[in-house]
């Protein structure tokens, strides 16, 4: 039996590569797997830039069980300043028509849609999933703590009536049942103690808790894992609205030499992860075994 899943990654680059690789992964991994990944592009202000590049190069490699649609966004200005949430709640009819055609394939030799699969930041497209009445699973790009954090913040508000950005300063730690030790308020993302964003962030949280089991793809993240070289002790400042700490050239040359010299602890780690890896993603690799777990409860849950 031929399975159709449908992908949708978020706008941007980053997350597009990514989202194409776990699809380009899966399909190897399956001879029943045939997947579309519905591509929303940002409004491109050059035909030359790398997305634009990017895509192109994709919609021409489209084949038989990879296939890739990208929306048009031809009639929207280049010079858009709208937050991604924005953006992406008005792609909703052109996914939907595009979801639609792919629903409305009805060829005796058709594969059967059994799923979606949304990137973390399209998590409002569930919407648009249960109208066709198929399981929706999420790609989580970021880290289990970060998504844990998310989560827990989000119960705190709507059940608790607690509201992380109106902290007082005599708070100094919050408690996170999944973390071992207090986590410092200080450490917070801004994003999470910002008023203008806390909302943005509440309601991804509560699209996640709709997802098919959160079959996540939870990467930790280098610092986590000793990888990082630390730049400034606390990094603060709103990413979303442009107000960040400068990082001088002096800062950056320390650092990059710090990963450089042959006997230094940050190398050694890099080695010895890069060994890790290099074992998960082979035969019987938790990489591997993830796969074939999800692929497993995707063919269970055929409509």
Request: aromatic share 10%; glycine share 4%.
């Amino acid at each position: 039996m031929k399975i159709q899943l449908v992908f949708i990654p978020s706008p941007g680059i980053g997350h597009l590569r990514s989202t194409v690789e776990l699809a380009k992964r899966l399909v190897r991994s399956d001879d029943r797997l045939w997947i579309t990944v519905i591509i929303i592009p940002y409004p491109s202000i050059s035909d030359d830039d790398v997305e634009t590049t990017y895509i192109a190069s994709l919609t021409t490699a489209s084949q038989d069980r990879l296939n890739y649609e990208a929306i048009s966004v031809a009639n929207q200005p280049t010079d858009y300043q709208e937050p991604t949430q924005v953006y992406i709640e008005k792609q909703k009819p052109q996914v939907r028509d595009v979801v639609a055609r792919i629903f409305h394939s009805t060829g005796v030799d058709s594969p059967r849609v059994a799923g979606f699969v949304v990137d973390m930041f399209c998590s409002s497209m569930i919407d648009v999933v249960n109208e066709f009445g198929v399981p929706c699973y999420m790609v989580y790009t970021s880290n289990a703590t970060c998504l844990g954090i998310t989560l827990h913040i989000q119960r705190m508000f709507d059940e608790k009536k607690y509201d992380v950005s109106e902290l007082e300063d005599s708070v100094n730690e919050l408690e996170f049942p999944f973390l071992t030790r207090p986590y410092p308020v200080k450490c917070l993302p801004d994003f999470f103690t910002s008023k203008d964003w806390l909302a943005f962030f509440l309601a991804q949280a509560r699209c996640f808790r709709k997802m098919k089991e959160q079959k996540i793809s939870a990467f930790a993240m280098v610092e986590e894992l000793g990888l990082a070289v630390q730049i400034r002790k606390f990094f603060r400042g709103d990413m979303l609205v442009g107000g960040m700490e400068i990082v001088t050239t002096v800062d950056i040359e320390r650092a990059v030499r710090c990963v450089m010299e042959n006997d230094s602890e940050v190398r050694n780690r890099v080695k010895e992860m890069a060994e890790k890896c290099h074992v998960a993603s082979m035969d019987g690799g938790s990489s591997q075994v993830a796969l074939q777990k999800f692929i497993q409860d995707v063919t269970e849950n055929v409509v």
